[in-house]
């Protein structure tokens, strides 16, 4: 209970602050507006700052934004004529269906190659993790996504070169799955790449220590074969700690999504938020900056909750 | 593991040469340092010795690398690709360390301040902390760029501002386990300030972690510099590794090249941080564990 | 030219084929489902309060204005049958079509007309457009009366397109004139007056229309439905094209993929449509601000900008030369004046003339703004150009529109690239950027600060006259006036393009382009 009044004292100074840096900057959204319509004048623009509420004292335009909050209400988006709530729902699904694919990638790959190498530290494969995971760690992700995207959909068009789906595609539910598979392919290996380099390294320190642990040696004395040693009793207690690590990057792997999502004009919160933020539409942006917070502290209590259920050790080993 | 007497912990020489000689074994963190030499020697000079303006369109758009003299081509305006390159090395360069810089300072100062200090001090500046961790690092920089103007010393801020807690973090945690030590505890029997303790006394032994989480964060913030640009919050009148990504990227189908290339300098750079941040790890850690 | 139109013969006109754009090569056939993209979302889909291209598109099928306009500047009977204006050009007579119905079966009568104009004088951006009207009469239901203050022959074209949208006034009447621009049922429910009514309406993603069975044109329109599919990549959209699934779009305006669409087969890719439109790019100069007061420094940045490297090479060659504040397809055009070939000796010549005399290869420094981030090859391009003739140009960053638009609004800047569109008459578009009443007024007022006495005698003498060859001799003097003291650096007309396959009978290649009834066109076998 403390700890979620804490949270909500948290979400309300990360609104104050955006709030009032949103407020602090020169120009707003009713220019935007203007230019939609080919040009206005100022009278014009003083009209839709005063219908849009613009016009109030800050104090006041904050109160209401804060009772709105508390209301479930974001606002409404000048811009896209649409309430915020209901826009950040509309794209949320494509980035959680990028951001999870990616992370269960990411993971799958990395406890493998990390299993698979700590095996052999020295071995060709074990080269292969460290160079793997050196590229996710070094290489801008935008640019590995330009990479793949020149390779893979422009030399060889096995893949389109973007959004989420063909628009004029009709057909049933397996049709648009395909569909979608097909344009997610690239984006998730791209935003997978830098977890993965993330979690293949975690994954190989953990799994050397476990093979070097007792119950390791245990298994392989009562005569069980190698494979099953590594892969079933080993790899599981591997799996812990990068799971832990993995619901610690809300925040990564929200600014990563930003980049991948700009490179396939992925239709997610990413590019509602690039195209709300050079548009100026303060409800929009100020929505997103909140709901991320919201997601952060949500999954930080979360991923709270699974470390204190879990052993001692690894609880020490977070801190 | 406390059984240190204050003598042998007091700030020395010695512990860093012996971490230098330990550095010097790891092959991959001296040929880091040896490509990020280059690098930086390019940065400072090369953009003098090359001589050619990277904002003058000195031959036909999109000449491919090799040809008519352009190592590297040109790009969409006939711009050299290798004078940008150059140029854009010491913005990479000076953005990424400047940023970082600036997340130390801050990270160091309030981790210091609340290991040191502990209770109340260090609840608020952990809140405080907790805070700047649940902003989307990148799209807070974002707007702050947006808002407030896309000048380097802008972005410095922007990316230093979000990428502080980690160091915090990392302060604070050394701060509470040195400040029982008893080299402080003899410090601070013998009238040292508060300040003393906490900048003089205790800060110089806290300083291995630090200086490798510093390596990794040049490396991050010049690849957060790098997103930065390539989404066109950017100074226009600079040239960015990043940004020459972004704005060539509509070109991919004509000449790839002008993506690839610049992409390349990124990935080898921030490779060459990482590696020396590795070896500087592995280096300082014997040390660590001894202790 | 449109003093002469008096009593125009009616029911001919309505049953020939003359009108928007069409070539009429078969017989139309009805039915079909048109399946064309938008490139941004819509924000509002009554035109009478929203401007703006993207409205224009769904606006000008939901909503019929009294006029529409052929592909040689004619204007033709569309909602009103005939029209008369009076010898001293103060009245305009307009004769609705007897049988026309809004969506819902009421019928459209002058009343709406009176309440339309209203609506669009208290609402819409552009307020020359019917500035001189003062009242609109009515004294049966078919004939509105427009009682102006002055002469005023923009009216024309200001009556047609997307500009006078006929809005009813039993839907739309029930708030204060100047609240119909958050009338709830802009987007829900709309009650239009045109040849397509609403099904259904989904921000961001779709818009779909269907046939209006009780339009007042016998026969059309000939297509069942038009789904309109918000689709904002425009590499996304040439995919869609090159496979069939769009049978037409407009306004695709990036070079690269204009020029690649030009070769796919069964395509076609046309700069036409745009004239009244008339979008242009231009380099502004603040002719208030340090060198550039001086027409020489002006004179001297035209010479070292190359206006071809411009369209050659960033445009690849899908935009045409601009020369003046008129779009070159504009019957008001007047192509003969100073032009600007790249010179530098003489950009050089007149800097030292001016009084700049180079100094270590440096004169002195400027900033350039840019608003989107489309322009920065040609803000990047301009900045290089000048550097060869002395001139340090600092790019300044806005990352976002209305950071642009404040300082154009304010007017400061020294040079910014700017795109601005004529909406028809130049009246409307055009005179808002030289008048010297309309100084810093907002962004595309006239935020160069130019004041030229002649200039605005010009447009004074311009706005009322009727006779449309003395109009246009007033424009030609004008035009050679701007081109000489350069307020602004014309470049070229955006590269917009309307791409139709060839399953598409009469595309909407008119004047207005899109903003035009889709009414005439057809899908072939």
Do not use: C
């Amino acid at each position: 209970m403390v700890r979620l009044i804490y949270a909500a004292a948290l979400l309300l100074a990360v609104i104050l602050l955006n709030f009032t840096l949103m407020h602090l900057a020169p120009g707003d959204v009713a220019d935007t507006i203007s230019q939609s319509m080919g040009g206005a004048d100022e009278e014009l623009l003083i009209q839709i700052r005063a219908d849009y509420g613009l016009d109030q004292p800050f104090i006041v335009q904050l109160g209401r934004y804060v009772g709105g909050v508390f209301q479930g209400n974001l606002g409404y988006s000048f811009f896209y004529n649409q309430s915020v709530v209901s826009l950040i729902l509309e794209r949320l699904p494509a980035t959680l269906l990028l951001v999870i694919s990616a992370q269960i990638v990411a993971l799958f790959f990395g406890v493998l190659l990390g299993a698979i190498s700590a095996q052999k530290p020295d071995g060709l494969l074990s080269h292969a993790v460290t160079f793997i995971s050196l590229f996710g760690f070094s290489a801008p992700v935008f640019w590995t996504g330009i990479l793949l995207l020149i390779g893979f959909s422009l030399n060889v068009q096995w893949f389109p070169v973007s959004g989420m789906r063909d628009v004029t595609i009709e057909g049933g539910f397996w049709a648009q799955a395909v569909d979608i598979a097909r344009h997610l392919v690239l984006p998730m290996i791209t935003l997978a790449s830098i977890f993965l380099a993330l979690y293949s390294r975690l994954a190989r320190a953990t799994m050397m220590e476990t093979l070097k642990s007792d119950f390791v040696r245990t298994a392989y004395a009562k005569g069980l074969p190698t494979r099953t040693v590594v892969y079933s009793h080993a790899m599981r207690n591997a799996m812990a700690p990068v799971v832990t690590l993995a619901g610690l990057q809300f925040s990564a792997v929200f600014s990563g999504a930003v980049l991948v999502e700009a490179v396939f004009s992925w239709p997610g919160l990413g590019t509602l938020a690039f195209q709300s933020i050079i548009a100026r539409d303060t409800p929009t942006i100020l929505g997103i900056l909140f709901f991320s917070s919201l997601v952060v502290i949500v999954g930080n209590l979360i991923t709270d909750m699974i470390l204190r259920a879990m052993d001692p050790r690894i609880r020490s080993n977070s801190a | 593991m406390s059984d240190l007497d204050p003598a042998t912990a007091q700030p020395s020489r010695s512990p860093f040469r012996e971490a230098w000689a330990n550095f010097l074994t790891n092959r991959a963190a001296i040929l880091g340092l040896a490509v990020l030499t280059l690098i930086v020697f390019g940065a400072i000079f090369g953009p003098v010795l090359y001589g050619t303006d990277p904002y003058e369109m000195v031959w036909a758009p999109f000449s491919p690398p090799g040809e008519a003299g352009f190592l590297l081509g040109t790009d969409y305006l006939g711009r050299d690709l290798l004078a940008m390159l150059l140029s854009g090395a010491r913005v990479s360069l000076l953005v990424g360390l400047a940023a970082a810089l600036v997340s130390i300072f801050i990270g160091v100062t309030i981790g210091a301040l609340a290991g040191y200090y502990r209770g109340i001090v260090d609840e608020m500046l952990m809140r405080f902390t907790e805070f700047f961790q649940v902003l989307p690092t990148l799209l807070f920089s974002m707007v702050l760029v947006a808002l407030f103007g896309a000048s380097l010393a802008m972005i410095t801020f922007a990316i230093g501002v979000v990428s502080w807690t980690a160091v915090a973090r990392i302060t604070r945690t050394e701060f509470m386990r040195l400040r029982e030590m008893e080299f402080v505890l003899a410090s601070r029997a013998l009238g040292a300030t508060n300040r003393r303790l906490m900048f003089g006394v205790i800060l110089p032994n806290a300083i291995p972690p630090i200086i490798v989480q510093s390596a990794l964060m040049v490396g991050s913030a010049i690849l957060f510099e790098a997103g930065l640009s390539f989404l066109g919050l950017t100074d226009p009148n600079v040239v960015s590794w990043g940004q020459i990504i972004g704005s060539n990227r509509q070109y991919i189908l004509d000449a790839g090249y002008t993506v690839t290339v610049p992409g390349l300098a990124i990935f080898i750079t921030v490779l060459s941080i990482s590696l020396v941040g590795d070896g500087l790890n592995d280096a300082l850690n014997p040390k660590l564990r001894r202790r | 030219m449109f003093h002469q139109l008096k009593g125009l013969a009616v029911t001919a006109a309505l049953v020939s084929s003359v009108a928007a754009g069409a070539v009429m090569a078969e017989e139309p056939k009805s039915g079909g489902t048109l399946i064309v993209p938008l490139g941004t979302n819509v924000r509002n889909l009554n035109s009478a309060v929203q401007s703006g291209i993207a409205t224009g598109f769904p606006g000008a099928q939901l909503f019929a204005s009294p006029l529409r306009y052929d592909e040689d500047w004619t204007p033709q009977p569309y909602l009103a049958e005939s029209w008369e204006v009076s010898d001293d050009g103060l009245t305009v007579t307009l004769n609705l079509v007897k049988n026309a119905k809004f969506h819902d079966g009421t019928p459209i009568t002058s009343k709406d007309v009176a309440f339309s104009v209203d609506v669009i004088k208290a609402n819409h951006p552009f307020k020359s457009m019917f500035a001189p009207v003062e009242s609109v009469e009515t004294p049966d239901d078919h004939t509105a009366i427009l009682k102006l203050s002055q002469p005023h022959p923009a009216l024309m074209l200001a009556m047609s397109g997307q500009l006078m949208s006929i809005i009813p006034q039993h839907i739309y009447g029930d708030v204060p004139v100047d609240q119909v621009k958050t009338h709830p049922r802009n987007n829900e429910g709309t009650v239009g007056s045109g040849p397509f009514k609403l099904v259904e309406y989904k921000s961001g993603e779709h818009i779909i229309l269907e046939r209006f069975d009780d339009f007042f044109i016998d026969g059309r329109p000939y297509l069942d439905k038009i789904v309109m599919r918000v689709i904002s990549d425009p590499a996304a959209r040439a995919i869609a094209y090159e496979n069939g699934e769009l049978h037409m779009g407009a306004f695709e305006s990036l070079p690269r993929i204009i020029n690649r669409l030009k070769k796919v087969d069964g395509l076609t890719v046309t700069p036409e449509g745009y004239g009244a439109i008339g979008p242009l790019d231009w380099l502004a100069m603040n002719t208030q601000r340090g060198p550039l007061a001086d027409v020489k420094v002006r004179k001297a940045i035209a010479y070292a900008v190359d206006k071809k490297f411009i369209q050659n090479a960033l445009m690849q060659g899908t935009a045409a030369d601009s020369r003046t504040g008129i779009h070159p397809d504009s019957p008001f055009y007047n192509g003969d004046v100073e032009t600007y070939d790249l010179d530098l000796d003489k950009a050089n010549a007149l800097l030292d003339e001016a009084g700049y005399p180079m100094e270590d290869g440096k004169r002195f420094e400027l900033t350039i703004d840019f608003g989107w981030p489309g322009v920065k090859p040609q803000v990047e391009y301009v900045k290089a150009a000048l550097k060869k003739v002395g001139i340090d140009v600092q790019v300044r960053a806005s990352a976002d529109f209305p950071t642009w638009a404040k300082r154009m609004g304010e007017m400061d800047f020294d040079l910014s690239w700017d795109t601005v569109f004529n909406w028809g008459d130049p009246v409307i578009g055009v005179h808002r950027t030289y008048d010297s009443n309309n100084i810093g007024k907002g962004v595309w007022s006239n935020t160069q600060g130019y004041s030229n006495a002649r200039v605005d005698e010009l447009m004074g003498m311009a706005a009322i006259e009727s006779d449309p060859e003395k109009r246009k001799a007033l424009y030609a003097e004008f035009q050679q006036i701007i081109a000489d003291e350069l307020p602004v650096y014309h470049i070229n007309t955006l590269p917009y393009h309307t791409v139709y396959s060839d399953k598409v009978g009469n595309p909407p290649l008119g004047i207005w382009g899109t903003s035009t009834p889709l009414d005439m066109t057809y899908l072939k076998d």
